[in-house]
């Protein structure tokens, strides 16, 4: 089966500029992350959800980052003016039930260049 | 106090040595405890998970947590050059829902 995708791979944009940052699950799987790796850092967590809902949205760093899981599969992170400090790879992953022995199985991100 | 934490590292061993790997938890309820390997370049890939005290084998692989000493440890005996990479301790603070927060990682390095 499929594993976790995400598009795009690679997203270079401007200072300032607003991005979309796409995830899509293994099928079946109730529960979807997405983390933040910088260079020579773990992965940084960024919010958690079950289903359709945010179960904990406690890591986003402040309200320019935004994310969404409408139908409970598929989920978009979107960042509004960004900053050359958002420059990272952001990793998407997902678990089977989000219980908290689950594997979380990750993709293999999108790397965000802001100039 | 970070929440998980790790030798940054570089460790290297020689190949067919024993890569003894550490992290230290700050939350004393958390439940679960998870050793995922990352290459360079990658995405993490879970190794072992491990939720009771004591030793768990899994291959080359040995994780050991000590719940009272907030720790946990990952070996991996007869270290490979394909075992060179970064490794990730997380952690789940309970047995339901909840985030894992990951370590900062440990970049081994086995030299043939």
């Known amino acids: 089966g499929a594993g976790v995708s995400q598009t795009p791979s690679n997203k270079v944009t401007e200072k300032g500029k607003y991005v979309e940052l796409r995830c899509d699950p293994i099928s079946g799987h109730t529960a979807l992350y997405w983390y933040r790796q910088s260079l020579g850092q773990g992965p940084e967590f960024l919010i958690y959800f079950q289903g359709t809902g945010a179960a904990d949205d406690s890591g986003l760093p402040n309200d320019r980052f935004f994310a969404v899981r409408p139908e409970g599969s598929v989920s978009t992170l979107k960042i509004q003016r960004t900053e050359r400090g958002d420059s990272a790879v952001y990793l998407c992953?997902?678990?089977?039930?989000?219980?908290?022995?689950?594997?979380?199985?990750f993709g293999p991100g999108t790397r965000l260049t802001v100039l | 106090q970070k929440e998980v934490e790790q030798n940054s590292g570089p460790l290297s061993v020689p190949e067919g040595a024993i890569a003894s790997l550490n992290c230290t938890y700050s939350?004393?309820?958390?439940?679960?405890f998870f050793w995922y390997r990352q290459y360079s370049g990658k995405s993490p890939e879970l190794i072992m998970s491990i939720y009771s005290n004591g030793d768990k084998e899994d291959g080359r692989f040995t994780a050991q947590l000590n719940k009272a000493s907030q720790y946990v440890s990952l070996l991996i005996r007869d270290s490979q050059p394909s075992d060179s990479a970064t490794y990730l301790c997380a952690v789940n603070r309970k047995t339901s829902y909840d985030k894992v927060i990951f370590g900062p990682g440990t970049s081994l390095s086995v030299i043939p």
């Open positions: 992953a997902s678990s089977p039930s989000g219980w908290g022995n689950d594997e979380q199985f």
């Open positions: 939350d004393r309820v958390s439940q679960s």
